[in-house]
């Protein structure tokens, strides 16, 4: 018996040291696919041979596909260069890798990568395009959210404070206070890519004093970047939660940007747009505190502002001229409609509260004259797509190919004359040698007449 218990000892023991030995290779295999693949914090340059392996072995991947000869791709390069050392160190490490997609066309193909650079987000080795920013210290928050999941759960004042503090400030942040974590699930997934999302298991009244909210269950709506808050105490069921995120995911006045206006545009409400000179003035700043008072109140609106002297084009396209008194309040549809109100189509600064409230009543009641945007020109559509310098290179770019089109015309037409110049040479020779041929024939046929005579 004691024999059989020795026995059964040392076969418990060889799994154990069988079991351990498993664990540590598969450690080395985690901290060496790494190495497998390049250095730690560098982007990975992937081919046929390896691309597979890569997205199945790494939970997060950023591919960029691109081509050698983009100009987009090239100033692309170096903002993953200097995203890939700090994505790799964070808690949940992300790769950036590329792939030569003008190479490698089979991945390509089958990722449907049509335009270069396109970045695809792999998660677990699921593919999902990557529409986000791609300056460094934009795209590092932005993956990092990406990789985040859905909902948090936070256990603690401590915890609450580092999800706040972590999280980017130029996202949005919703988190629920005595609030189920099924409530959020959805609604976190379906806004993942536009705000963090958590819910507060274990908090004190310090938490509710701190964030100004007085009862439970209670969701809180935090803006950082624009140092805004809402409070949302229900009710929780129906439209109502999806209603309160969806308008709580933008500022209560919206800077107008090239940014802020996909934003917008995925919103379905009407945007009350004021146009004003500059938005730096002290004038305009009085503005926007005032629309974003009148904002808290008309949430059925988007809240918009935009400074000529920051976006001229854009200004351009609602007939806004040299002669137009600024500011100007409209109510614009996001395409290429716009209403004026009549009688307050320009606002009074001396007044501004009075001036909004009648703009928004005449606006509800529908004392409106409706217009249509401006088209822009060839050149304001160029100007859209290109910096002035970029202009400048581009018409220089035309310049030089006109130069060198001209040039090879002339060489054409200088062609053709010489070829001309040689045939009439060539036809003037052979009437001089016809010539010729008749006096030499035209001599001796006088000269034989001559000996007849004699004879």
């Known amino acids: 018996m004691m024999e059989r218990g020795v026995l059964a000892l040392r076969r418990r023991g060889r799994v154990a040291l069988l079991v351990a030995w498993m664990v540590m290779t598969s450690f080395q295999d985690v901290g060496g696919n790494e190495e497998r693949f390049g250095e730690k914090g560098r982007v990975i340059e992937l081919d046929d041979s390896n691309f597979d392996s890569a997205i199945s072995t790494f939970d997060y991947i950023l591919v960029d596909f691109y081509a050698p000869w983009c100009g987009h791709c090239q100033r692309l390069s170096p903002q993953l260069d200097s995203a890939a050392s700090v994505?790799?160190?964070?808690?949940?490490?992300?790769?950036l890798a590329k792939i030569n997609a003008d190479k490698f066309t089979g991945i390509a193909s089958k990722y449907e990568v049509s335009a270069y650079p396109t970045l695809k987000f792999f998660i677990k080795g699921f593919p999902t395009d990557y529409t986000g920013p791609r300056k460094a210290e934009l795209l590092i928050p932005y993956l990092k959210k990406m990789a985040a999941p859905d909902v948090s759960i936070l256990k603690s004042n401590r915890e609450i404070q580092e999800f706040i503090e972590g999280s980017n400030k130029i996202f949005p942040m919703f988190i629920g206070f005595d609030i189920n974590e099924?409530?959020?699930a959805g609604l976190a997934k379906q806004y993942k890519k536009r705000a963090w999302f958590a819910v507060a298991e274990d908090f004190t009244d310090e938490v509710m004093m701190e964030y100004d909210f007085d009862k439970k269950p209670a969701l809180l709506a935090l803006r950082p970047e624009y140092r805004e808050q809402d409070t949302f105490y229900g009710p929780f069921e129906g439209g109502f939660l999806n209603e309160f995120i969806q308008q709580s995911l933008l500022p209560l006045c919206v800077p107008i940007r090239y940014d802020t206006l996909k934003l917008?545009?995925?919103?379905a409400r009407p945007i009350a747009l004021t146009i004003m000179k500059d938005e730096r003035e002290d004038e305009s700043l009085q503005i926007i505190k005032m629309l974003k008072a009148a904002a808290s109140g008309n949430r059925d609106l988007i809240f918009a502002f935009v400074g000529l002297a920051q976006w001229e084009e854009f200004v351009d396209t609602f007939n806004v001229g040299e002669g137009t008194k600024l500011p100007i309040i409209i109510v614009w549809n996001g395409d290429s409609e716009y209403h004026s109100v009549v009688g307050l189509e320009t606002l009074n600064v001396e007044n501004l509260g009075l001036e909004i409230n009648s703009f928004l009543e005449g606006y509800r009641q529908g004392k409106t004259v409706k217009k249509s945007i401006k088209e822009p020109s060839f050149v304001d559509f160029l100007k859209s797509f290109f910096n002035i310098r970029s202009?400048?290179?581009?018409?220089?770019v035309i310049v030089i190919l006109m130069v060198i089109w001209n040039m090879s015309i002339s060489e054409k037409e200088e062609t053709v004359e010489r070829e001309n110049l040689r045939q009439e040479r060539l036809a003037e020779g052979r009437q001089f040698n016809d010539a010729t041929e008749s006096s030499?024939?035209?001599?001796?046929?006088?000269?034989?007449k001559g000996r007849l005579k004699e004879d």
């Open 264 to 267: 917008i545009q995925e919103d």
């Open 440 to 448: 030499i024939e035209n001599t001796e046929n006088s000269e034989s």
């Open 87 to 95: 994505l790799a160190d964070g808690d949940k490490p992300i790769v």
């Open 391 to 396: 202009l400048y290179i581009l018409l220089f």
């Open 182 to 184: 099924s409530l959020l």
